[in-house]
T-cell receptor, first 114, second 113 residues
Framework: DTEVTQTPKHLVMGMTNKKSLKCEQH?????MYWYKQKAKKPPELMFV???????INESVPSRFSPECPNSSLLNLHLHALQPEDSALYLC?????????????FGDGTRLSIL | GENVEQHPSTLSVQEGDSAVIKCTYS??????FPWYKQELGKRPQLIID?????GEKKDQRIAVTLNKTAKHFSLHITETQPEDSAVYFC????????????FGAGTILRVKS
């Protein structure tokens, strides 16, 4: 069973659309992450939230906008994406945001930009 | 830099043989090293991790060794089975670049039956 739940599983959108990816965890973790993964590549960190505050932004373009409404929820708002943004977007969570705790990944949202 | 180097990129072994994957890191302050297994179309799953105050850790057929002096760590899988076939990623906590987990490039492990 996946303890980090992501929706939707698949998303196809045009370059002018606005959509959101959602992530939820109920493990009481205080850190949540967004990663981008291209085929046959490792996950690349995008954002880290720790105690509901943005602690790391890996110079991600502003067309990606994260939001952490509470400690269990993490959203990624998408607007005016480019074809190269097509990838698997993974959410993860850990007890703390210091990167020395196990991170638990969700199943991801497979995003295709037309 | 913040790279974590991982070798080999692909590894084929016969069922029942052992598999070893090696990673090196640059940040001498790194203190946490997880390994993830990712099957095709699935999420990365943590299979084992080690902290810098320990030299070796085992969990059934899987073990990880850490050499802090040489700044490298290895994943050892014994008695490999076809279901071990997957992509394996090492990672290291890199403190000098904002306290984040940096992943190696991955190793495609194929276990032939």
């Amino acid at each position: 069973d996946t303890e980090v739940t992501q929706t939707p599983k698949h998303l196809v959108m045009g370059m002018t659309n606005k959509k959101s990816l959602k992530c939820e965890q109920h493990m009481g973790h205080r850190a949540m992450y967004w990663y981008k993964q291209k085929a046959k590549k490792p996950p690349e960190l995008m954002f880290v939230y720790s105690y509901e505050k943005l602690s790391i932004n890996e110079s991600v373009p502003s067309r990606f906008s994260p939001e952490c409404p509470n400690s269990s929820l993490l959203n990624l708002h998408l607007h005016a994406l480019q074809p190269e943004d097509s990838a698997l977007y993974l959410c993860a969570s850990s007890q703390e945001g210091t990167a020395n705790q196990p991170q638990h990944f969700g199943d991801g949202t497979r995003l295709s930009i037309l | 830099g913040e790279n974590v180097e991982q070798h080999p990129s692909t590894l084929s072994v016969q069922e029942g043989d052992s598999a070893v994957i090696k990673c090196t890191y640059s940040d001498s302050a790194s203190n946490y090293f997880p390994w993830y297994k990712q099957e095709l179309g699935k999420r990365p799953q943590l299979i084992i991790d080690i902290r810098s105050n320990v030299g070796e850790k085992k969990d059934q057929r899987i073990a990880v060794t850490l050499n802090k002096t040489a700044k490298h760590f290895s994943l050892h899988i014994t008695e490999t089975q076809p279901e071990d076939s997957a992509v394996y990623f090492c990672a290291a906590r890199i403190r000098e670049y904002g306290n984040k987990l940096v992943f190696g490039a991955g190793t495609i492990l194929r276990v032939k039956s």
